[in-house]
DNA sequence: ACCCAACGATTGACTGAGCAACTATAAACT
DNA sequence: AGTTTATAGTTGCTCAGTCAATCGTTGGGT
């Protein structure tokens, strides 16, 4: 074997990102585990916290999650053990179910964000000056768009909310 | 919950770093995939190749991976008995043993290296013009020197190698 | 109206990974 | 030398996640 082929700088970029990436999801997780949750589940409670209502179809959550519609099944059973979420049955489709944030979960996402964006500051956007991070986000989200399918999937069918009712479950 | 919150620019420049990451590591998977690799596999691989006489112990190979001791002995077993790489008794300390890739490993890694290499300049470094390729991998760099700890993590007491004998074990 | 292909969610079986406990060896201390 | 402490690796247990199969529901074609 070549030594010199893993000095390549392709794969010293690939290195930068991954230990970029590493590093960060490893204080994130650390700062969500402070307040029980798992970085999926963090990632749960936002999809549907800023989606209409608060929820989002099981299917349309897996979708824009990291996971398969079993995994979600899976996560959806802890959460709602948890008291994180709730499901709610789909008024237009009998065979859907919503996944919806309780008082509960939300006031968990609210105690966790701004820890989370403190620890984004502190560890990426705060080490370089403006101009290098809009050059960093500017390339990644070039790489994004040329290599991320689902960027932009959306719910579909945001069902009809009573306001008053919501989060109560 | 406050909608605009998710519209935090920092909130959004973890969004692109995690979709670029995760988008190229699925297109790197496929690939592995059509070599019979896993990313791990992979990883492993490089790793063990890239280090005097192919090979690592057990636990500097851990160090080196995004895996815990135990996980390092499964993988490797696997792998031994794909035939990748196979284990040698460590001569001055015969609680450690090595990891050695063998010349199967070997010819795995060629077969597959073109390819990764091809894909990153694809979908990564290609998608850049030379100066903005810099300005990213130079943000990178200084997030993941303020977030990775163990970017210098080399390995210790590296055993003499007989060349002749070297993957044959 | 009826059939049937497609879809949403769940479940069972399995896999890969981590933690904690354990064994064997090595090193340090007295 | 003998005891104690630390280290390398493996193993049992558990858990989160995927895939494939399944169940109920929907909607289109005739």
Known sequence: ??????DDPRITAVGLLVEAYTGLSARFAAQFEEHGLSPVEFEVLTRLARSPG???RMTDLAAQTSLSTSGVTRVVDRMERDDLLCRRACP??????YAAVTATGLARLDETLPGHLRIIEEWFTGQLEPAALAALLDGLRRVRDAVYPGATAGSTDPAPIDEADEAGC
Chains 1, 2 share one sequence.
């Open 1 to 6: 074997m070549d030594q010199s082929v893993f």
């Open 92 to 97: 237009s489709d009998r065979r859907s179910s």
């Open 54 to 56: 608060n929820q989002l």
